[in-house]
């Protein structure tokens, strides 16, 4: 068992997961192994990313034969893989890998330009250019609010999660940066739910204009439902960062 950690430029994909008659993330790399293995081989990734969503740290599990070594595995992926999707590392796993459920935190960020020059076209693709004035405080609060154990009903599209679900994630990091051109919000938890993030970053950024009174994003874990919640953020500026695992889980050094 192979772990592969990819990044790829979401722009051209209809998300990751294999759909018929699209071209996604999980498609273009179950088909470069299908070539340098000569067999179909299933790419299981750590969790689907929508369409346009990019990626630094998707963790993928395959099982090849055992004549590929991970370093093999990457380089020959890499000769054949199209040029929005590269795979970073490879790691040898435990038979007992997982990479959806063995995962223990995944970390995403959201890139929101506040200058002029974030319209570029060379910074639209992975920015949400938002040049009114944003309040930092009220994002700082906001993002403060969601750190902890909360229910997030109110953040994510209905109907995605079994009816069981409690909607329960457990939020370590939360936080906005500056970066040049803009800010950075930055949200590690042990799961997330379905637009969790733009549903958050959709808020906070609502707030920080005034169009909502500070509090809001507090208040909203409360909800039973998104009804009362900003529409998500757009998907181009969402990157998967990492993803987290148990040590012991690793073969080779991580």
Known sequence: MLQLVLHYDGTGFSGWQ????????????????????AQPVAALGSGRTDAGVHARGQAVGVHVADKWQP????????AVLPPDVWVAA???MR?????????????Y??????????????????EWSVTRRLDRLALDAAA?????????????????????????????????????????FEVEANRFLHHMVRFLVGTMIDVA???????????????ADNSATSPPAPPH???????TYPSHLYLSPA
């Open 18 to 37: 294999r759909q018929p008659d699209r071209r996604t993330v999980q498609g273009d790399l179950e088909a470069a192994l299908a070539r340098i293995c």
């Open 71 to 78: 370093a093999t595995l990457r380089r020959a992926l890499n």
């Open 90 to 92: 490879a790691h040898s």
């Open 95 to 107: 038979e007992d890998f997982h990479a959806r459920y063995s995962a223990v935190a995944r970390r």
């Open 109 to 126: 960020t959201y890139h929101v330009g506040t200058d002029e020059n974030s319209a570029s076209p060379f910074r639209r693709r992975t």
């Open 144 to 184: 403060a609010s969601v750190r902890g154990q909360h229910c997030f009903r109110a953040f994510a599209v209905r109907g995605t999660a079994p009816a069981d679900d409690d909607h329960r994630c457990d939020v370590t990091h939360a936080t906005w940066r500056e970066q040049p051109g803009g800010l950075v």
């Open 209 to 223: 204009l005034g169009r909502r009174p500070s509090g809001d994003v507090a208040r909203l874990l409360a909800a």
């Open 237 to 243: 500026a969402l990157f998967l960062e990492r993803v």
